[in-house]
């Protein structure tokens, strides 16, 4: 019987795989090696598109001529810098005492990119492949994977959408780059007094970039427009005082005049204070009338659980951080085994998962910060049905569900306090 292969995308995810599997035995140059079986890694992207030199060296020259460039047969290439840890890959890839080779690379189309690329340049044939597809980085999510990984074959359509997305933002970046860079170059680097300037297009930097250019011409645009409101304090002497703003109503005589800007203010400062004469006194007081008062209890929803998009929007409010910011920091999160998969756009959990959550609220009551909350959820069994309601949703879930805590890798915040420091402030 042959070895089985597992490779991942990365060293640390390697590691924890060879832990959770029980792969000992040598750690070698670029893998480890056990008696049944041989964990590996990429290092990021191992293969990456070839320049249009590469198909034609006089494409090196940038010409109108030669546009667009459009292969009829994509060209791929080793990335110079991993090229090392691509030939150990590959070797192991086609080694005849490997007979199955398990694809534990990120659970995304990105993921499934990578190692595409790389069983595509090492010519592997004749073996059988799976794939480990997995929410966490925990040890009994690995194993779970492994045990439950499909044949390769059925996230064919994944690879194709990785491989059309690459095809289509080499295309617009090499063809769209060169052109407004021959069209406008020479005028932009004499405007920025340069010897030369790149005109850089992409797929989603364009986009981005355009809607900053929308919004700072609108900042640039914005005129300033006083306006004069009229607040005035009500209660019954120094006690119970609150704060009124007048807004203009249909029975009011103001109501459709061009004096208003807004429901809530006048463009002039001497038809506020004309509001302020006809209503008070000569001391600017008067009498108010309540002429009715409603006091009622709603029950609001918490909101749906984060996704990446949503995580990255409440850090940059709450505490600033950037979007890149927030990302990798819960990148290293996911890798610590403390999160589920962060690149994820559903928030809502599957059904699986929402049948065993008590796992994950169990596993943070040895978590300082979030040990009270969670013995209160389980005590109170509030948990419980959590699978019927709006946060279950197997149908709005495509490759992972929403990121929660795992409930595990509180060791490594044990054993490294430089990062436990870092995110338990």
């Known amino acids: 019987m042959g070895k089985k292969l597992y490779i991942a995308e990365k060293p ?82 086609n080694r005849e005492d490997v ?32 794939r480990v597809w997995i929410d966490s980085q925990t040890e009994d999510e690995i194993r779970r994977g492994v045990r439950e990984a499909k044949e390769l074959s059925a996230y064919d359509n994944l690879a194709c959408a990785a491989y ?22 020479n005028g932009i680097a004499s405007f920025l007094k340069e010897k030369y300037s790149v005109v850089s297009v992409g797929r989603v930097m364009t986009c981005v970039l355009g809607m900053v250019v929308k919004r700072e011409r609108e900042i640039r645009d914005f005129k300033k427009m006083p306006f004069y409101r009229v607040i005035g304090l009500s209660g019954d002497g120094d006690k119970n005082v609150f704060k009124c703003e007048w807004k203009v109503c249909e029975t009011s005589a103001y109501f459709g005049t ?5 429901e809530n203010g006048f463009l002039k400062r001497e038809d506020a204070e004309a509001l302020i004469a006809s209503v008070t006194g000569p001391e600017g007081v008067a009498d108010a009338v309540v002429e009715s008062a409603e006091k009622k209890t709603e029950k609001k929803n918490p909101p749906l659980l984060y996704n990446l998009a949503e995580l990255q929007n409440d850090c940059s409010k709450f505490f600033k951080i950037s979007p890149d910011e927030t990302l990798r920091v819960i990148q290293e999160l996911y890798e610590k085994k403390l999160v589920t998969y962060p690149r994820t756009d559903a928030r809502v959990l599957s059904t699986a998962v929402a ?63 430089s990062f436990h420091r870092r995110y338990t402030r």
Request: with cysteine.
């Open 258 to 262: 061009p004096k208003l800007y807004k």
């Open 12 to 93: 640390s995810v390697a590691r924890e795989f060879a832990k959770a599997l029980g792969v000992g035995g040598k750690s070698l140059n670029g893998y480890i090696e056990g008696n049944d079986a041989i964990v590996t890694w990429c290092v990021g992207h191992l293969v990456t598109m070839c320049y249009p030199e590469d198909y034609d060296i006089s494409l090196k020259k940038w010409s109108m001529n030669t546009l667009p460039f459009l292969p009829e047969k994509y060209k791929y290439r080793i990335i110079d810098s991993a090229k090392n840890q691509f030939d150990i890959v590959s070797s192991l890839l």
């Open 355 to 417: 049948k065993e959550i008590d796992k994950n609220l169990r596993g943070l009551m040895g978590y300082q910060i979030a040990g009270d909350i969670a013995k209160q959820v389980i005590d109170e069994g509030a948990f419980k049905g959590i699978e019927k309601t709006r946060y279950t949703n197997d149908k709005q879930i495509t490759d992972h569900y929403a990121i929660i805590p795992t409930g595990a890798g509180s060791e490594c915040l044990a054993r490294c306090p």
């Open 164 to 185: 059309l997305r690459a095809k289509e933002d080499y295309l617009m970046g090499i063809n769209f780059s060169r052109a407004l860079t021959l069209k406008y170059g």
């Open 99 to 130: 007979d199955t080779i398990y694809v534990a690379t990120d659970s995304g189309r990105e993921g499934e990119y990578i190692y595409s690329l790389v069983e595509q340049e090492a010519h592997v044939t004749g073996k059988e492949r799976r």
